[in-house]
């Protein structure tokens, strides 16, 4: 019997396609607050997803590596 894929939210941190500003912050190791300034500054892009925003994973990876 297969089994039924895990939901987003249950997924470890480094599986996730797309990321809540803290974990987005935890990633690069910087304050959730640095992260809404870097996104509302155009460096950093996001995602409204609903009512809320969120960070692609390959975004911070383009992002940290210059």
């Known amino acids: 019997m297969a089994t039924a894929p895990k ?3 249950c997924l470890p941190t480094n ?3 797309l990321l ?3 974990e987005a912050g935890a990633y690069l190791n ?3 607050t640095t992260i809404r300034r870097l996104v509302a500054e155009g460096e950093l892009p996001a ?5 809320m925003r969120r960070i692609s994973r390959k975004a911070l990876e383009a992002f940290a590596n210059g």
């Open 20 to 22: 809540t500003y803290a």
């Open 7 to 9: 939901a987003a939210h």
């Open 15 to 17: 599986e996730r396609l």
């Open 47 to 51: 995602a409204d997803i609903g009512r």
């Open 30 to 32: 910087v304050s959730e």
